[in-house]
């Protein structure tokens, strides 16, 4: 089951070109052992994408892209398909709220792109939270509800076995204000909750949830230890290699 090991995934964002991300991949290949209980995956840049995907040991570390367009191949200029991506990387993180805010991504485009992924073999990372002004508003569970709802639409039960749900409330990425732990549960639990209604307990249960947001090497473990989280989703502190080496020792020793 795929929530027997815990999933650190770093996402780079726009850092490092693709000399200084393969200089990184062997620092952290240097410092990160193996482990069974750890599933730790790396979200470089597009363009440093294809040469880590020929120089990592992926035993180590797994591949993960952070963006993709949902056609399979066409006249979509600037854009790089799941069809092009197959066997390049292993995961997607789809609905990143830099895409949905900056790049002003819908809720459509989420669902297509969910959909590319899986057609062609790599595993969706949903990222879902609310901004600031919805949980003022009191719309946090709305907008769980909401997103989750559209970006599983027309995802079969067996297809969700593949998918990982990161709750990463958007006033807590990159902004140093990380969410309060019951945040984080109450939000997990909106989420689990829905899977049960729309595909069952055994579901809700099996499907991993992550949260992002202002992770540290310090508060990583207090993340790790809530009911429900199964891992986290680390920017800022992924491209530290000492602070991302902490992050996964802590998820080690939280699996044992
Ligand atoms: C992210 O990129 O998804 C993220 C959570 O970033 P940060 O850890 O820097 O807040």
Redesign the pocket.
Known sequence: MARDKKLI?G?W?MNLNTHEASLYLHTLADKVPVRRDVEVVLAPTLLALQSLSLQVNRRQFKLAVQNLYWRDHGAFTGEVSATQLRGVADYA?IG???RRHIFHESERDVRQKVQAAIRNHIKPIL?IGETARERADGETKEVIHDQLISGLANVTSEELGDITI?Y?PVW?????N?ALPDNVTEAVKVIRDQIKYLHGPKAANSIRVLY?????ADSAADYLALEGIDG???????LDANAFTAVIEKAHKRAN
């Not at 807590?172 to 140093?176: D, E």
Request: glycine share 22%; net charge negative.
């Open positions: 995934v996402n964002k993180v990143h709220s830099e990222c990161a990463e807590a990425i990159g902004t140093g990380n992002g947001g202002s992770v540290t986290l989703l680390v920017g800022g502190a992924s």
